[in-house]
């Protein structure tokens, strides 16, 4: 099986912050750790670790931010359908496979790998059910998101993403990470 570790630092632009991860692919999964900092809507941190099973699935994310006031955690499992935030039972989220990190581009990833929308020049959207967490509140809610292939860039491509009225089209690089998501995030290069 081949793996490959891979290192990513991202600008965020809404709350004027950086992000970094760190992340470990295998074929059908991915664990990653990173931090990010942000000025909006105070300055806080997070510190996060993510790990998923066969096919991308998210299986857990654990989550901790840092603000003048308080330090606030969540764990947010993932097993056979079923998942808790802290231990409590969330029933609005079952049948969601991936979870969403505000402000955090990894998260697009996994559904992005699972389905090679990454490899693909243009093709019909796929909806989502995703356990988004809101940053720096850590509130969890079910969020319906659409990926839709728009086109190949050579070695990856643009995928339009869109929840509600929010959409933007964000181009992935061959690995599936985000490269430039507009509104949201930039990836710096060294």
């Not at 319906?144 to 491509?157: C, F, W």
């Amino acid at each position: 099986m081949s793996t490959r570790n891979l290192v990513r630092t991202w600008e965020i632009l809404p709350d004027r912050g950086h992000a970094t991860t760190w992340v470990r692919l295998t074929e059908g999964g991915l664990t990653a750790r990173g931090r990010a900092v942000g000025l909006d809507p105070e300055p806080y941190w997070v510190t996060y670790a993510l790990e998923t099973v066969d096919d991308y699935v998210t299986s857990r994310l654990s989550v901790t931010v840092e603000t003048a006031d308080a330090v606030r955690s969540l764990d947010l499992r993932h097993d056979a359908g079923r998942w808790t935030a802290d231990g409590v039972h969330r029933p609005d989220l079952d049948g969601a496979l991936d979870c969403d990190l505000g402000l955090c581009p990894l998260t697009n990833t996994m559904p992005v790998l699972r389905h090679a929308l990454h490899r693909r020049p243009a093709g019909p959207p796929h909806t989502f059910l995703m356990a988004w967490v809101s940053v720096p509140a850590l509130e969890v809610v079910a969020n319906r998101q659409t990926y839709t292939p728009l086109e190949s860039t050579g070695p990856g491509a643009v995928v339009r993403y869109e929840s509600g009225d929010f959409r933007s089209d964000i181009t992935f690089d061959d690995d599936g990470l985000v490269l430039h998501y507009p509104r949201l995030a930039t990836a710096l290069t060294r």
